[in-house]
């Protein structure tokens, strides 16, 4: 499975971006998939994941109510709607997917995650 992420760019603290990830390959093995992110000198972080039979869905607490993923079956591809962005929002992103349905427990754990795109900046100005 190959993932391409793309969407990232430079906006201002409030602003919005949307972030793509395009699977191919045998996207039939894509039962989960997630977004993390890696701020200079952070570690990776999760950020949200979307279990593909059911639509279920988790958030990181710092961006609940914030962010949106969603996802395009047909077009085998992960969306995440960044909204009111901070500064500390700045990192980069990256889609990973992983063959099997995650439980809720274990989305956030990026060692779950089997395929990893190449991530895309974004960079929230104050």
């Known amino acids: 499975v190959q993932l391409q992420a793309y969407g990232g760019g430079l906006v201002q603290a409030g602003g919005s971006l949307r972030l793509s990830c395009a699977a191919s390959?045998?996207?039939?093995?894509?039962?989960?998939m997630g977004w993390f992110r890696q701020a200079p000198g952070k570690e990776r972080e999760f950020v949200a994941a979307i279990r593909w039979s059911d639509g279920m869905i988790r958030y990181a607490n710092s961006v609940r109510g914030r962010f949106t993923i969603s996802r395009d079956n047909a077009k085998n591809t992960v969306y995440l709607q960044m909204n009111s962005l901070k500064p500390e929002d700045t990192a980069v992103y990256y889609c990973a997917a992983v063959s099997r349905g995650l439980i809720f427990s274990t989305v956030s754990r990026s060692s779950e995650y089997d395929y990893w795109g190449q991530g895309t900046q974004v960079t929230v100005s104050s």
């Open positions: 390959g045998r996207t039939s093995s894509t039962y989960t």
